[in-house]
């Protein structure tokens, strides 16, 4: 743990770790340094000029932003002196920037608007300058406006510390112009579309291409929540006006390396509006879905749940409080323990509840198996975001693989080969440099050769403090030997948002259950979700329990309409074991209802009141056994194509939204 010093800043006084910037130091005393640059997190470059303070002492003005605190330090923000430095600042800004503030979508959280007002500035006292820079609207996602850039380089800075790199500075001075590679558009810039520039931009320059007209900043209700559209569970905030998703914002911490969101994520809420939406219960009369009633349809599920054996199919994306509710059905109403899920196509049970908690902000040495994270194929985006942000910020990087991945471009050592040997040769290496393992253990390192490369790994490991490793499910138990010889986190990535809530709720993910729903005969089989399954298995009557309809809820017998994320609250557990919380954002559409009240409603048909389900996850989540030394091998029938398994489990998603101009435009150009 960073020292702690002792700062004065207005008149406060507050003890900041070593090292911290003014800028930080003066938030934790409550007091606020104007700053259009400085991104928290990220090493200030004090490009703006706002930031001036004066250290008593001191030979002049300094920017907090690139000053570190010294204990004793005395510092004032707020002289005269340096209030006229800041107008002057504003001013000259001010006579290159569009004044139409009565017009403009970013008014109310325009971080230059909020100190113009602060300085008393309604015009520049400058001669106004115009440059005439026509803005990029070829995509229905971004739009960048360059007449409304001040030159602040948050955009160009998340671009690259997150490792897209698609905006850069052209040109110097006044007349700079922020860029893609030759100007081209962003879709044929590589721009994946995530969107971190526009939670970056303080001014009007990047933001929402949609967002013309669209109700102002004041107008807009907001909602954290989380989003559930892969295994990376991101943070977001959705900003919501007269039930409808105005737009949707990275929510994570500010300053940390997971406040990112990808663009299905950012922009996927096209659907809810969608066309693809079930409104209603739908039920199968002689060969077409037709629209019914809630009683009838629950009637009808009773009667066939009643008559025939039950097998139910859920998603690792449900919530633990519609899971546990599930659990209580099946057991005292359906009566059946027929209970698969799809986080058996990708994980076990082991995986899942013994991973441990980790935060990537503190790491200083991450270990990356089996695993290949890619913000441009769409898997794991956020993880690979947030390992490329921990790396620009000081952290060292491990890549164990047997092919080749994106993010070992990044990487001090990449090692190419089959993932439980070398995991085995680090262990000996680790071994070797005078770690301590038990004799079982050492035993099974015994017989292997080490490697200057995995010499070089154990050496990083023994001098890091905080260790953790991000691990394909399959070769959890070998990776999770190395925590017997040194203290490390170990986080078995799933591919979905809630995999760890639904092991932790109670269900095992049986892959042989799994397939023989799927492949098999089944008499009833009731699907939560939207599973990656296509075609209808062979059963005597398909449930199908959606807010989407679905290729396979085209083919169902009955389709019941449960709420979106959107539409929803509850809790789920991230893949860094962390309990999460959604909030509803809207109102349900036509008559969509949460998964919970179908099933509590359902046990009502059938005689039984079933009270929502509760279980307590934080307590399950302080279950994890504890690690025994394990064989060096990769477990089987764990292994999926994750980019094909995200694009089915989000069809509806996809194809109902403006990310099917995405698609189409990346296939246009070959990405």
């Known amino acids: 743990m960073a020292k702690k010093v002792g700062v004065t800043i207005n008149g406060k006084t507050v003890k900041v770790p070593e090292g911290t910037n003014l800028i930080d130091a003066a938030s934790q005393a409550g007091v606020e340094i104007p700053n259009l640059c400085y991104i928290k997190g990220m090493r200030g470059i004090g490009a703006c000029r706002l930031c001036l303070v004066e250290i008593e002492g001191g030979r002049g003005p300094v920017t907090a932003c690139t000053t570190k605190v010294k204990d004793g330090m005395v510092v004032n923000t707020d002289t005269e002196q340096l209030r006229e430095m800041r107008q002057f600042v504003i001013d000259l800004i001010l006579s290159m920037h569009p004044l139409d503030c009565m017009t403009c979508t970013k008014a109310g959280v325009c971080t230059l608007q909020r100190y113009a007002y602060e300085s008393e500035i309604k015009e520049s006292s400058f001669s106004r300058k115009k440059f005439g820079y026509p803005p990029d609207e070829s995509n229905p996602f971004i739009k960048r406006d360059p007449e409304y850039c001040i030159l602040c380089a948050r955009c160009v800075r998340v671009c690259k510390e997150q490792g897209t790199n698609v905006l850069d500075f052209m040109g110097r001075g006044v007349g700079a112009k922020v860029v893609t590679a030759n100007d081209k558009p962003l879709h044929e810039s590589g721009c994946t579309f995530c969107g971190s520039c526009i939670d970056a931009c303080p001014v009007n320059a990047i933001l929402e291409a949609d967002r013309w007209r669209k109700g102002r900043e004041w107008d807009y209700e907001r909602t954290h929540s989380v989003c559930l559209l892969c295994g990376g569970a991101c943070d977001t905030v959705i900003s ?40 209603s219960p739908l039920r199968r009369v002689n060969g077409e879905l037709k629209e019914t009633t809630w009683e009838e349809a629950l009637q009808l599920l009773s009667e066939r749940l009643t008559k025939g054996k039950a097998s139910i199919l859920l998603t690792g994306a449900l919530m633990n409080e519609d899971i546990s509710t599930l659990l209580k059905v099946a057991e005292d109403v359906i009566k059946t323990d027929r209970i698969a899920t799809t986080v058996s196509l990708y994980a076990d049970e082991e995986s899942m509840k013994d991973s441990d908690t980790a935060d990537i902000d503190s790491a200083d040495l991450i270990l990356l198996v089996g695993l290949n994270p890619s913000q441009w194929k769409r898997v794991h985006p956020s993880l690979d975001a947030s390992i490329r942000r921990r790396l620009s910020r000081g952290a060292r990087l491990v890549s164990i693989s047997s092919e080749a991945v994106d993010i070992g471009e990044v990487a001090d050592i990449t090692l190419r080969g089959e993932e439980p040997g070398l995991i085995k040769q680090i262990a000996k290496s680790m071994i070797s440099k005078g770690m301590k393992a038990n004799k079982e253990l ?46 490390m986190d170990i986080i078995a990535v799933p591919n979905e948002a809630n995999a760890r809530g639904v092991v932790l709720s109670g269900i095992k993910p049986d892959g042989k259950l799994l397939k023989e729903m799927i492949e098999g005969s089944t008499e009833v089989l009731y699907v939560f979700g939207e599973p990656p399954v296509e075609r209808r298995p062979d059963t005597g009557f398909l449930v199908v329990q959606s807010p989407y309809m679905s290729n396979l809820a085209r083919e169902a017998d009955l389709v019941l309409p449960s709420t979106t994320p959107y539409e929803s609250s509850g809790s789920i557990v991230s893949f860094t074991g962390r309990v999460k919380r959604l909030s509803r954002a809207l109102r349900p559409y036509g008559e969509a209802k949460q998964h919970r009240e179908i099933l509590a409603s359902l046990a009502k048909v059938m005689g039984k009141v079933i009270k929502e389900g509760k279980t307590d996850i934080k307590k399950a989540l302080k279950g994890r056994s504890k690690p025994s030394p394990s064989p060096f091998e990769k477990k089987e029938g764990l292994e999926i194509d994750e980019a094909r398994f995200m694009e089915e489990t989000n069809s509806c998603v996809i194809n109902s939204s403006r990310l099917l101009w995405l698609r189409e435009a ?3 150009v070959g990405v």
């Open 240 to 279: 919501t006006k007269d039930n409808l998703i105005m737009k949707i914002n990275a929510g994570g911490e500010d300053g940390s390396v997971q406040r990112y969101i990808c663009a299905i994520g950012r922009f996927g809420y096209d659907a809810v509006a969608s066309d693809k939406r079930v409104l």
């Open 442 to 487: 050492s035993e099974l390192t015994g017989d292997t050769d080490t490697t200057e490369e995995t010499e070089r790994v154990a050496d990083l490991i023994k001098e890091a403090e905080r260790i953790v490793i991000f691990t394909s499910p399959a070769l959890f138990r070998s990776v999770r030997n190395l925590s017997l010889i040194k203290k």
């Open 666 to 668: 990346e296939k246009a």
